[in-house]
């Protein structure tokens, strides 16, 4: 079973920067792709970006160019670097882990919270 936490969520002004990690532990099979989804109030989750075993990313066209996905591999780790935060970009921020066979796992969410 894998297991996965995140931190780094908080209250930032408009502009600011925060940067999320997630920390994936227990039985983890190569290759996987970890991402970020987000989920607004009243939204359906999306898509933040991903990136491959291989180190292949992908972004939401809302955070190209201000969102920079990476992985630690030693620490099974990924973060998320957040610059030019907008309003909208406040959420809940969730890791996940896709495993070569399908299976997704989800951490338990992040809030992000970006004021004016």
């Known amino acids: 079973q894998v297991q996965l936490v995140e931190s780094g969520g908080g209250l930032v002004q408009a502009g600011g920067s925060l940067r999320l990690s997630c920390v994936a532990s227990g039985s983890i099979f190569s290759p996987y792709v970890m991402g970020w989804y987000r989920q607004a109030p009243g939204k359906q989750r999306e898509l933040v970006a991903d990136i491959s075993s291989g180190g292949s990313t992908n972004y939401a066209d809302s955070v190209k160019s201000r969102f920079t996905i990476s992985r630690e591999y030693s620490k099974n780790t990924v973060y998320l670097q957040m610059n030019s935060l907008k309003l909208e970009d406040t959420g809940v921020y969730y890791c996940?882990?896709?495993?070569?066979?399908?299976?997704?796992?989800w951490g338990q969410g992040t809030q992000v919270t970006v004021s004016s």
């Open positions: 996940k882990l896709r495993n070569p066979y399908g299976d997704d796992t």
